[in-house]
């Protein structure tokens, strides 16, 4: 954990230091004058964003949202959106930040400024533990009887895309339930981020299991994706980089992981 901090904060300093491209959008000022700060978010990602069956929105980076609200001398206000309509929903001004286990790609930097990363992190595959050995490189997974099931529109589903050309590929519509799909024998394997695949082997132990592979078949970061503003993406940098230096960023993750 300790390196993994040390990561994070040596790309936090790089890119507080890099010039922010400027744009006619005054974000951060209206956010203040509204007096909330609009947060999108997908609601079907443990353990960042995640929307129980009573509704309520929970997870490490809801509450961050509502830490950086209040650091901006605001309120936050959840707004849904999903992986497939990200990148329109921003364009469309319906949020003001999103959140929760954005990876950070080229196309959405397109449209939007990210923040300092929170997550360093890579695609693993998560599989029934009785089949963990079969499946721990992208090779073994590349077969015509491996059964791959994704979400639509995001990262994983991208990853399969590109990477399977002879594994059937399942998408399947609702990310809260898609793990459910591997434990019932309707799919064998999802590739997905990391700390997702371990996570989802606590929630579900003997049953789903986090595939032993030798290295993460990716790398990437995960961070905040904000309306392009100068303004906005030197607080939110700001106020990143303290979180992570001072364990209020760890203290969440690590509760939302439990």
């Known amino acids: 954990m300790r390196v993994f901090l040390?990561?994070?904060?040596?790309?936090?300093?790089?890119?507080?230091?890099m010039p922010a491209a400027w744009a006619a959008d005054d974000a951060l000022q209206g956010i203040r004058q509204a007096g909330i700060l609009r947060v999108g978010t997908t609601g079907d990602y443990k353990p960042f964003s995640y929307k129980g069956d009573d509704g309520a929105l929970v997870g490490a980076d809801v509450e961050m949202a509502k830490?950086?609200?209040?650091?901006?001398?605001?309120?936050a206000e959840f707004v849904p959106t999903t992986w497939k309509t990200l990148i329109e929903d921003l364009k469309a001004d319906k949020f003001d930040v999103a959140l929760g286990g954005i990876t950070v790609n080229p196309d959405?930097?397109?449209?939007?400024?990210?923040?300092?990363?929170?997550?360093?992190?890579?695609?693993?595959p998560i599989a029934r533990c009785a089949d963990?050995?079969?499946?721990?490189?992208?090779?073994?997974?590349?077969?015509?009887?491996?059964?791959?099931?994704?979400?639509?529109?995001?990262?994983?589903?991208?990853?399969?895309?590109?990477?399977?050309?002879?594994?059937?590929?399942?998408?399947?519509?609702?990310?809260?339930?898609?793990?459910a799909q591997i434990a019932a024998n309707k799919a064998d394997v999802m590739v997905t981020d990391g700390v997702e695949a371990d996570l989802q082997?606590?929630?579900?132990?003997?049953?789903?299991?986090?595939?032993?592979?030798?290295?993460?078949?990716?790398?990437?970061?995960?961070?905040?994706?904000?309306?392009?503003?100068?303004?906005?993406?030197?607080?939110?940098?700001?106020?990143?980089?303290?979180?992570?230096?001072?364990?209020?960023?760890?203290?969440?993750?690590?509760?939302?992981?439990?």
């Open 6 to 17: 040390t990561r994070l904060l040596v790309a936090a300093a790089v890119l507080t230091a």
């Open 67 to 75: 830490e950086l609200a209040t650091a901006l001398g605001v309120r």
């Open 108 to 124: 959405r930097a397109a449209v939007g400024d990210f923040s300092v990363p929170n997550v360093t992190d890579g695609k693993r």
């Open 132 to 179: 963990k050995e079969k499946f721990t490189t992208v090779e073994a997974i590349d077969q015509p009887a491996t059964r791959v099931v994704v979400n639509p529109g995001g990262t994983n589903e991208k990853f399969a895309r590109a990477s399977f050309t002879k594994a059937p590929i399942e998408v399947w519509p609702d990310n809260r339930t898609i793990f």
């Open 201 to 258: 082997a606590k929630l579900n132990p003997g049953v789903l299991c986090a595939v032993p592979v030798a290295a993460p078949f990716t790398h990437f970061e995960n961070a905040y994706l904000l309306r392009k503003d100068p303004a906005l993406k030197q607080a939110v940098d700001q106020w990143m980089t303290t979180a992570l230096s001072n364990g209020l960023w760890k203290a969440k993750l690590d509760a939302a992981m439990r």
